[in-house]
């Protein structure tokens, strides 16, 4: 019979944990003191800013055990904290990992969530120095802390996008919504690209860190709330509106398919709830090739042009192709309504 | 009635929250960006370490709503994680909370349960500057990445213990776990002081800091796991071997009467797991006194000299009064056994 939790402990599983990163993960630089003592600790690069970020994944209510693996849920856990750094144009480089686990929990499954996160931050040459571990009630959860750095003063924030600004996003906001509902209706299977897209997301943490470099983007932020639900925090955090072309929104041909199964609107997926770890960017309309190239270095997916910032008064609107105009209410992924 | 979460959301919320933290909270130097993008992010001070530890803590596993007032749970839950910088020397700055919490919470506990995070932060100047927040399923969870600073080479690690070095340990460890069977028992109401050291506990940071100034302890950990449990993590990271004197043990008064009344010995709880967040130190003999006068300068309970360190292969042994020894197996606070 398999060995879980209860069978080695909490201390037995750290060991095997720890023995799991020293032989399959990388060491990050910096580091002055990892797993096993009261806390892990680093020296931070000179002129550069600490970033910080943590996300928690809860099993019934972000994932469903049997919908997903051990592996891919480690990936998609530590992917959405990759991504928050990511968006601010920085590199990740230390994960803390807490998880709250059943005492029936299997030792080979949390084996596998760790080498998900592994797969993920060695790329990076990003490593885990830290967490904790505890038992919890009906449900498992992973929550992640991890830290980056990014060059002083070129971090980009979502405050700064101005009238005028130029609004692109990248990628196929819409698919993972899509597959999750593929998925729970039972209407594809676990390889259909939409269903990959929700299970395993991939993120744009590199294009975010060259589109930083660049210096020409206003705000940017990673779509997990959905695209109006993120485009909505940087319309607040800027203090602006934004005017949308609904004839411009990328829209694949997978997704049309699938629309048609489901019998939705293509907007409805698009700028609705959905979590694709897509970035959206503002930028000058003189800066979108910079940007454009930036982003081309390591993505061969779309980077498309959806409308441009507005004074804060307007709100978020819709251009439908006819040439009226709706106000949307900017809603995103609300945890308790 | 009274709001709860559903009522208000999830970003109805993070802006109480938000509102609440710059009313009643401190702004710690080095901020760069605070809640409400992406990632947080502060720039680290030129000849100091980043200290980073995460704790969570689960209803139901950890602490039982009906026992515990939401700002008495807030203070418990960051205190532990206090601790954790203290015991290695250093400072707290910086806290990401990332709350599970139930739909029917009610939002004037969560504000409450912020200004229990409050009371022990402002008082370093550190600040909460992220965070998450999540449904969770049956029970709630507290999970807290605390961040702090040291002077570079300064930090105090398990590691560093000698065979002949004196052990020293402050307060009375096992007050906490004596005060929750008193609790659980109904044998003592919250009032009473050992109730409050399980319900309120202190932590010993302040010490933990004055005390690696000296820069002589060679050792330092808190006791989170129970003292066996914790002596037990010393000396597995310094390879060591402990003699513990049982007659030395510090046992109060207020403990001598509860040990009657739970038909205890006093070695069990002083060594049995308990959550006490008292500090054990390891350093040379002739720097005992050194040690005690950074510790007296902000504490005025005991530091008692309660054994040495000796070689690895000797384990940690109890001597009796009549001069026998008995090995003792270091097994702290499990949580899945």
Redesign the interface.
């Known amino acids: 019979m398999p060995e879980s939790?209860?069978d080695?402990?909490?201390?037995g599983?750290i060991r095997k944990i720890d023995e799991l990163l020293k032989r399959e993960g990388v060491q990050a630089p910096g580091v002055?003191?990892g797993i096993?003592?009261?806390?892990?600790?680093?020296?931070?690069r000179?002129g550069y800013?600490?970033?910080?970020?943590?996300?928690?994944?809860?099993?019934?209510?972000?994932f469903l055990s049997r919908h997903i693996t051990p592996m891919d849920l480690g990936r998609r856990s530590v992917m959405l904290n990759i991504s928050?750094?990511g968006?601010?144009g920085?590199h990740p480089l230390?994960a803390?990992i807490?998880l709250?686990?059943k005492?029936e929990t299997l030792v080979r499954d949390i084996e596998d969530m760790y080498r998900g996160f592994l797969a993920e931050l060695n790329p990076f040459g990003a490593s885990i120095?830290?967490?904790?571990?505890?038992?919890?009630?009906?449900?498992i959860?992973i929550?992640i802390?991890l830290?980056?750095e990014?060059e002083?003063g070129r971090?980009v924030?979502?405050?700064g996008a101005k009238p005028g600004d130029v609004i692109l996003v990248t990628g196929y906001p819409g698919h993972s919504a899509a597959g999750l509902q593929l998925l729970v209706q039972s209407l594809a299977s676990v390889e259909h690209p939409l269903v990959r897209a929700y299970n395993k997301p991939s993120h744009r943490a590199r294009e975010g860190r060259t589109v930083a470099l660049t210096g020409c983007a206003t705000a940017m932020?990673?779509t997990s709330d959905g695209f109006l639900g993120d485009l909505g925090h940087i319309c607040e955090?800027s203090k602006v509106g934004a005017l949308l072309a609904l004839e411009k929104f990328p829209i694949s041909e997978e997704l049309r398919v699938a629309l048609k199964i489901l019998k939705k609107e293509p907007h409805e997926f698009f700028l609705g709830e959905s979590d694709d770890y897509q970035l959206i960017i503002t930028c000058g309309a003189g800066d979108v090739d910079r940007i454009r190239s930036a982003i081309a270095l390591t993505y061969n997916g779309p980077v498309t042009e959806v409308g441009q910032v507005t004074a804060a008064d307007k709100g978020i609107r819709l251009l439908l192709p006819e040439g009226s105009e709706q106000t949307l209410s900017a809603k995103?992924w609300?945890?308790?309504?």
């Open positions: 939790l209860k080695i402990g909490e201390f599983l002055t003191l096993g003592d009261d806390t892990a600790s680093f020296k931070a000179s800013e600490i970033l910080v970020t943590c996300d928690a994944v809860v099993e019934g209510r972000h928050d750094i968006a601010m920085g230390y803390l807490s709250g686990l005492d120095i830290g967490g904790n571990l505890t038992e919890s009630g009906d449900g959860f929550d802390t830290i980056g990014v002083e971090a924030r979502r405050s932020i990673d955090e995103g609300d945890h308790f309504r």
